[in-house]
């Protein structure tokens, strides 16, 4: 299993950006689909954004799509979570993850096969 080591996280105010990163260990980083999911109090584990081992393909979900972007560098073994015009509604723990499925992008909780420790995203009105 891959560990992933998530950061980038804090408090920042309603309209600012932030960019999050996660670093994976192994080998199979470039051959893997990442994702990032984000969980509010009180809330279920969500999908956030999703990316092919290539990079290729991108998946986001509604309430983040055009506020959002998910990119990768396979030679640094990092995912990035560019996230901009932050909304209150945004704050949660950010987790990356990988799928169970090596080439698969995991997008919902129940194909992840590894969860980073995760990083917390306050946006304060």
């Known amino acids: 299993q891959a560990q992933l080591i998530e950061s980038g996280g804090g408090l920042v105010q309603a309209g600012a950006s932030l960019r999050l990163s996660c670093v994976a260990s192994g080998r199979t980083f470039s051959i893997s689909g990442m994702g990032w999911f984000r969980q509010a109090p009180g809330k279920e584990r969500e999908f956030v954004a999703g990316?092919?081992?290539?990079?290729?393909?991108?998946y986001y979900a509604d309430s983040v799509n055009g506020r959002f972007t998910i990119s990768r560098d396979n030679r640094k073994n990092t995912v990035y979570l560019q996230m901009n015009s932050l909304k209150p509604e945004d704050t949660a723990d950010y987790y990356c993850?990988?799928?169970?499925?090596?080439?698969?992008?995991?997008?919902?909780?129940?194909?992840?096969?590894?969860w980073g420790q995760g990083t917390h995203v306050t946006v304060a009105s």
């Open positions: 990316i092919s081992p290539s990079g290729g393909s991108l």
């Open positions: 993850a990988t799928s169970r499925a090596k080439m698969v992008v995991p997008r919902s909780p129940s194909t992840v096969g590894s």
